[in-house]
């Protein structure tokens, strides 16, 4: 029987990157109340709160990685070479941007520097994931899954903040390979989906990624675009009928036993809450304000709910085992 301290070494060791996905939803729900707080009236307050809890979890889970990386280096290795997990390193560059988006109105110099250290360790991402695709042939199509938009498509944040910081042209050179990779890997992923086995029960919460791309492409285009166009409206609409589409699904999603692909749910919901309210900031009519409520409150209820099962199952010890 293993000791305490030996259970908290395995369990360290099998600490997954999956862990920065956590980041990820929250600092997208700390997005979607400081729009609410701008256009919405809602209390400023929460943002605020939101952003210290996103920063927090940020910090801590890179320090159990870190430490993972220190002493089980070779377990590091392996996730970072499998063909699934090795996705999920890129949320750790997505949070940089995301924490530069919600930094923005704290401190311009802050969010450009998490700006450009995530921007560039995401290009490094992307460079080499794409390269791994191209050359390893330990790739299967079962091991194609909506986690892999994560690193490549992840580009398509990096002009929400980098037109603020005035970076245009490279905004949009990172905007233009998330856009062009989405339409590629959403086709492999519908091959998938479509012809041959279902995703495990396991990555089946990873579905609600494909509402990402294009309601943060959405996002996005219009922040480079200065407006919304005939394109964007594709984009927004795109992503609402994605929402809808996996909404209906969800008595099937209902019964999915807990796992850290839970948080899946998270930011693809608080992106297409930002999205209708984006919207509803250049067409100010009462469908998108009233869509933009509605969304704004299944991303909170979402990942409150998330939030809470993780920490029990944390208490609980459920998490960080061997597969």
Same mark, same amino acid.
């Given at each position: /029987? ?19 996905? /956590? ?15 701008? =256009? ?10 939101? =952003? %210290?809890?996103?920063?927090?979890? $940020? ?27 090795? #996705? ?11 924490? #530069? ?11 450009? +520097? ?22 390893? !042939? ?5 091991? #194609? ?42 086709? =492999?992923? $519908?091959?998938?989906? $479509? ?17 990402? !791309? ?39 999603? #209902?019964?999915?036993?807990? $796992? ?13 809450? %930002?999205?209708?309210?984006?919207? +509803? ?9 009233? =869509? ?32």
């Amino acid at each position: /029987m293993l000791s305490n301290a030996d259970q908290t070494t395995t369990r360290l060791e099998h600490f997954p990157a999956a862990f920065f996905a /956590m980041v990820m939803g929250l600092t997208g729900l700390t997005l979607a109340w400081e729009k609410a707080t701008a =256009l919405l009236e809602a209390p400023a307050f929460v943002s605020q709160l939101l =952003l %210290i809890l996103s920063a927090c979890a $940020f910090m801590i889970i890179v320090l159990f990685y870190a430490l993972k990386a220190a002493r089980h280096s070779a377990a590091v290795t392996a996730e970072f070479h499998h063909p699934i997990k090795m #996705s999920f390193f890129a949320a750790f560059s997505i949070s940089l941007l995301l924490l #530069s988006i919600a930094t923005l109105h704290v401190s311009k110099g802050l969010s450009l +520097y998490l700006w450009s250290a995530g921007a560039a360790v995401h290009l490094v991402f992307t460079l080499y994931v794409l390269s791994q695709w191209l050359h390893h !042939p330990k790739f299967q199509i079962a091991h #194609s899954t909506p986690a892999w938009f994560i690193p490549v498509v992840g580009n398509i944040l990096v002009p929400i903040a980098g037109v603020e910081h005035g970076m245009i042209e490279l905004s949009w050179f990172f905007f233009s390979i998330g856009l062009v990779y989405w339409i590629v890997l959403k086709t =492999l992923i $519908f091959n998938r989906m $479509f012809f041959h086995e279902p995703l495990p029960q396991k990555l089946l919460p990873t579905l609600f990624i494909l509402i990402a !791309p294009p309601a943060v492409g959405f996002i996005s285009y219009t922040k480079l675009n200065g407006g919304v166009d005939n394109f964007g409206h594709i984009l927004f609409y795109t992503a609402m009928f994605l929402v809808l589409l996996l909404l209906s699904q969800f008595a099937r999603f #209902s019964k999915i036993q807990f $796992f850290m692909s839970w948080w899946a749910y998270s930011f693809p919901l608080a992106a297409a809450a %930002i999205a209708s309210m984006t919207m +509803y900031q250049y067409h100010p009519v009462a469908l998108f304000h009233y =869509l933009s409520l509605i969304l704004l409150a299944l991303a909170t209820v979402v990942i409150t709910l998330l939030f809470c099962r993780t920490l029990l199952a944390v208490k609980r010890h459920e998490i960080c085992h061997p597969e």
